[in-house]
């Protein structure tokens, strides 16, 4: 077509892409157990992220709690 003009950016960027995501598609998330896979690994990381941040805010809200009896108690003896 004459009046038509493609920049070679576009093209070769979609291609690229279509060509490393294309066998990736076919080898795992082509099959419901390839992409059942897939989403249990996802579950398994939001669970392991999650185990961990639920530790860390556990001590956070134990030092807190001890942090605020103690003011509490010596505001109540008068001593702050």
Known sequence: MPGLA???DMTASSLALA???AP???A???SQVGQLLVALVAVALVVI???FVLKLAWRLI???IV?????YLLSTLGLI
Do not use: E, R
């Open 49 to 51: 992220v999650g185990k």
């Open 6 to 8: 493609m920049v070679p």
């Open 24 to 26: 990736a598609q076919a």
């Open 19 to 21: 060509g490393l995501a």
């Open 28 to 30: 795992l998330l082509g």
């Open 67 to 71: 942090v605020v009896a103690a003011f």
């Open 62 to 64: 134990t030092i807190g």
